[in-house]
């Protein structure tokens, strides 16, 4: 396979680089200029795949952050990040939104392309730190230091190949794999293919690459440790999951066995409502949805708090005797959440055994006998009692927890719980897809739940 011919696609043009550097340059004099004339003690400069020459043809997201000195107080540096971000914007009449990271930072849609203006301390070293946002100047530094020119491609291979199986991004919703993360495991393994070879062949959990030798990898115990060579106290790995991780490895395999150039586009998927259906029918389990309405909080604290509600139904549907096959949820971070929960058990016979007191225990074997009477007997050393059951099937059980009193039971964040407080729908898969409440985005969530493998090969 020739990777040039990939690389001819996903590598930016000429053209496509000219553009983002006259842009770029122009933003960061207009900032410069606009912190002159208010007295603002701050200076622009370009960071991210942009400036490390890292970043897919189409995808240029530019990120200029705004340095302050160490001595700008916290408040002052949002303050005046949001003025000057927002300032700019106008100048350049684009559109702007507010977002959050470890701090909030505003986001331009400016002449076709996405601007995040990112307030940040000048820190010398990780020493130095104060928010989590200023070790990206110390990342391009330590990128254009290390990565040869040819290298640049190799890292555009691995992001593209990351991003068609859907393991690219360390946000929340992915779990998968940062820019520069990709950008460390070529300048450690050399290549694209060098990477999926260990990958495939030496990658365990906890397997761990420490480039500078700094010697802190006992420090973390997530499923790939990648210290950071501007920062031996972090592990640029932490937001990986180990179901992405794996999914990595299973696709690098796949990939080296049958080399194809297809890895490196996204997957086509033809969806056929009819089949999904069927398909869910033939399985012969029993899948609800609950959907609500999404809180409105940043995306990041949005999809663990979804995860969180989904593992909590989960536990409470267990310890109520049903049987959960496999769950998943989704979003559009505006107008839906769902929750799928697809049951092995979701029906339950009329009675149900209650475990009593050990027989040796005289005084609450009085209390049990009591309240159970002839309904009572012994197994092996205990009182047993059978008792009818309060939720026989699954619906009116999920009911009757996510009302007011009740919903404190479950674990998950009290946005959420406000959202389901004030509406949600309980309903069977195959209800919902006979319904025109059913998009299409939702229709592939479903598709993606029974194929998980869909990305992974091609
Ligand atoms: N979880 C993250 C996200 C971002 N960053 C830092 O912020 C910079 C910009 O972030 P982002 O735009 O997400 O990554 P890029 O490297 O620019 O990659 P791309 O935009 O091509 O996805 C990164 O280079 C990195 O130094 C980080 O340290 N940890
Ligand atoms: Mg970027």
Redesign the pocket.
Request: glycine share 8%; aromatic share 8%.
């Given at each position: 396979m020739d990777f040039n011919n990939i690389l001819k696609v996903i590598k930016p043009t000429q053209e496509e680089n000219e553009k983002v550097k006259l842009l770029s340059d122009k933003l960061i004099d207009i900032i410069n200029k606009i912190a002159r004339e208010n007295n603002i003690n701050a200076e622009a400069t370009l960071?991210?795949?942009?400036a490390?020459g890292?970043?897919?043809s189409g995808?240029a997201?530019v990120?200029i952050f705004m340095k302050f000195p160490l001595s700008t107080s916290e408040d002052d540096l949002k303050k005046y990040g949001l003025k000057l971000g927002d300032k700019c914007i106008k100048e350049m009449h684009g559109d702007h939104e507010l977002r959050y990271a470890s701090h909030p930072y505003i986001t331009g849609f400016i002449e076709g392309f996405e601007i995040?203006f990112v307030p940040c301390y000048i820190i010398k070293n990780a020493e130095e730190l104060k928010s989590a946002?200023d070790?990206?100047i110390l990342?391009?530094e330590y990128v254009l230091a290390n990565l040869g020119e040819k290298q640049k491609g190799e890292v555009l291979l691995l992001?593209k190949f990351m991003g068609s199986i859907h393991t690219y991004g360390?946000e929340f919703k992915v779990g998968g794999f940062?820019?520069?993360l990709c950008?460390l495991l070529i300048i450690h393994y050399g290549s694209f293919l060098n990477v999926l070879n260990a990958a495939s062949s030496e990658w365990r959990p906890n397997y761990k690459i420490d480039i500078e030798d700094y010697g802190t990898g006992e420090l973390f115990s997530e499923p790939l440790v990648v210290i950071d060579p501007t920062d031996k106290n972090r592990n640029?790995a932490a937001?990986l999951k180990l179901q992405k991780m794996s999914e990595f490895i299973v696709a690098s395999r796949n990939f080296l066995s049958n080399p194809k150039e297809e890895y490196f586009f996204d997957k086509e998927i033809d969806l056929s409502k009819s089949e999904i259906k069927t398909e869910f029918e033939s399985r012969e389990t029993k899948t609800f949805l609950i959907r609500f309405k999404p809180p409105e909080i940043p995306a990041d604290a949005l999809y663990p708090q979804i995860k969180k509600t989904e593992n909590s139904l989960n536990g409470v549907l267990e310890r109520e005797d049903f049987k959960v096959f496999n769950a998943d949820s989704w979003t559009d971070e505006s107008q839906n959440v769902i929750i799928l929960i697809e049951m092995e058990i979701w029906k339950l016979p009329r009675i149900k055994k209650h475990l009593g007191p050990f027989v040796w225990s005289k005084g609450h074997q009085v209390k049990f006998m009591e309240k159970y009477g002839n309904k009572a007997y012994v197994e092996e050393n205990r009182w047993v009692a059978e008792v009818e059951r309060k939720y026989k099937e699954v619906k009116p059980f999920l009911d009757n927890i996510l009302v007011e009193n009740k919903i404190g039971f479950l674990k998950f964040g009290k946005h959420i719980k406000a959202e389901i407080l004030k509406k949600y729908e309980l309903v069977d898969i195959l209800e919902f897809m006979g319904s025109d409440k059913c998009s299409e985005d939702m229709l592939l969530f479903f598709y993606e739940y029974l194929n998980k493998n869909v990305y992974l090969w091609r």
């Open positions: 960071v991210g795949s942009v490390k890292t970043w897919l995808k997201d990120d995040d946002v070790r990206t990342h391009t992001k360390a940062s820019g520069y950008e640029v937001a």
